[in-house]
């Protein structure tokens, strides 16, 4: 929901510095561990010249492709002489380069991809590493109890897992479910942690951030697929909920994945506005919402997996 507009350039304000410290917070982690990795030697005189892969493959290539023509053709000449069998032998010689060398590149090719992928996973390890030290400042901002965001984080994807969740999308709900609340950076402190129930205006503005959330992880492309459950956690299943209204299906899986997870975190901890609930009033109330507030299916999923999956919540990881 929109806020009056002086509420609104206040915010947009807000949101802006939020993602700049979240990309300044990303950028220091990268240099530390890109100056810790580097040897004495690669950062003086001594600076070791490392090939491009393109380059590397192109060059092996060349000079396998070059010494077997070379020395095969030397070696059939001097054993072969009659002119029709030399043509078949060169056909022969022909396939048997083409099978070669197209297993080598084949090799080269691989090899090449895997290193580039294992530099893309240390590239967004050491991102999600940014963003869990981002992530702790607005849990001890917020007030929130010690370990909140990496709980859900662990509860969320045990629970998609069961889903059938599996690839790039558990990635998403995994980086999602850490950036859920990111939104409310932009919002003050006085309402974040004021310990009673928020006015009207209050709830007007506190709103907003679902969307701020989703604006923010929109602008860094490794955060697209993140997105929706900052944008669409607080929908509900009945149509009700906000920021878009939807229902049932219509709500992204990852955010109504992340939905029953949150209402079992919210109401499982104590925060500023309440004290924790006993377990038995809590799955009481997942077990009521289901159908209104959350998924019905999920909410059975978790409830049958419930022991498993607040064992994977309430254990930190390694």
Request: aromatic fraction near 8%.
């Amino acid at each position: 929901m929109a806020a009056s507009g002086y509420v609104n350039t206040g915010i947009a304000g807000h949101s802006h510095g939020a993602l700049d410290d979240l990309r300044i917070a990303a950028h220091r982690t990268l240099c530390r561990r890109w100056q810790n990795a580097a040897s004495p030697d690669a950062q003086g005189e001594g600076k070791v010249v490392t090939l491009s892969p393109q380059l590397r493959t192109a060059g092996t290539y060349m000079l396998v492709a070059g010494a077997w023509i070379w020395f095969s053709g030397h070696l059939l000449g001097n054993l072969v002489h009659d002119p029709h069998k030399i043509v078949f032998y060169q056909i022969l010689k022909g396939w048997f380069f083409v099978l070669s060398t197209g297993l080598l590149l084949y090799w080269l090719v691989g090899r090449t991809v895997h290193r580039l992928n294992e530099a893309n996973q240390r590239l967004l390890d050491n991102h999600e590493q940014a963003l869990r030290v981002l992530v702790e400042a607005m849990d001890a901002r917020h007030k929130e109890t010690s370990d909140h965001s990496e709980r859900v984080v662990r509860m969320a994807t045990g629970l998609a897992r069961l889903a059938g969740v599996e690839g790039a999308a558990l990635r998403d709900i995994r980086f999602g479910a850490l950036l859920h609340d990111i939104g409310k950076l932009a919002l003050p402190d006085s309402i974040l942690i004021k310990p009673g129930k928020l006015d009207e205006d209050e709830t007007r503005l506190m709103r907003t951030h679902p969307n701020i959330g989703y604006d923010m992880l929109q602008r860094i492309d490794f955060l697209h697929g993140a997105s929706v459950i900052p944008h669409s956690h607080h929908e509900r299943w009945d149509g009700t909920g906000y920021p878009q209204g939807l229902a049932n299906e219509d709500i992204p899986l990852a955010a109504r994945i992340f939905s029953v997870v949150d209402v079992w975190d919210a109401l499982s901890f104590s925060r500023v506005y309440k004290p924790a609930w006993p377990e038995d009033e809590v799955l009481k109330y997942l077990r009521d919402a289901a159908g209104t507030q959350l998924d019905p299916r999920l909410v059975q999923l978790f409830l049958d997996n419930y022991p498993e999956l607040k064992a994977l919540a309430l254990t930190p990881s390694a």
